[in-house]
């Protein structure tokens, strides 16, 4: 099954639902319940995981009593999806100034190490794209 809803279209609460699904894996309505930030009621989240099952977002199955839901979506795509609405919502489409961002909150904490990987793969598009 392949994603179908693009995850920036997903309201604030699903997107909510979405994140704790990607960090945890696989999670029941209680464990979602327990998550959330000013948590509507338990019914109200099994309400917003069928949603998301309808809308392809989810999987489920069920374990005894529970459903245990799991993303459908790999963590690679959500992480593109997330980056690109960023990059669009505050950084008007730029990669550039996205990355000018970021390097500019983590100057003081990047090692030189990391500093050097960020090159390499600064050197590899630059391959790619000749």
């Given at each position: 099954m392949k994603y179908s809803e693009p995850y920036n279209q997903l309201s604030r609460r699903e997107r909510q639902i979405m994140d704790i699904v990607f960090a945890h894996e696989k999670v029941t309505a209680q464990q979602v319940l327990e998550k959330l930030p000013n948590p509507p009621s338990y019914s109200a989240v099994r309400a917003m995981l069928s949603r998301l099952v309808k809308k392809s977002c989810?999987?489920?199955?069920?374990?005894?009593?529970?459903?245990?839901?799991?993303?459908?979506?790999?963590?690679?795509?959500?992480?593109?999806?997330?980056?690109?609405?960023?990059?669009?919502?505050?950084?008007?489409?730029?990669?550039?100034?996205?990355?000018?961002?970021?390097?500019?909150?983590?100057?003081?904490?990047?090692?030189?190490?990391?500093?050097?990987?960020?090159?390499?793969?600064?050197?590899?598009?630059?391959?790619?794209g000749e």
């Open positions: 989810l999987t489920y199955s069920q374990e005894g009593a529970k459903y245990v839901y799991e993303a459908v979506m790999d963590t690679s795509e959500a992480k593109q999806s997330a980056l690109k609405n960023l990059m669009a919502t505050f950084f008007d489409g730029s990669p550039t100034a996205a990355v000018s961002a970021l390097l500019g909150m983590q100057k003081d904490q990047l090692s030189d190490d990391e500093l050097d990987d960020i090159m390499q793969q600064i050197n590899a598009a630059r391959q790619r």
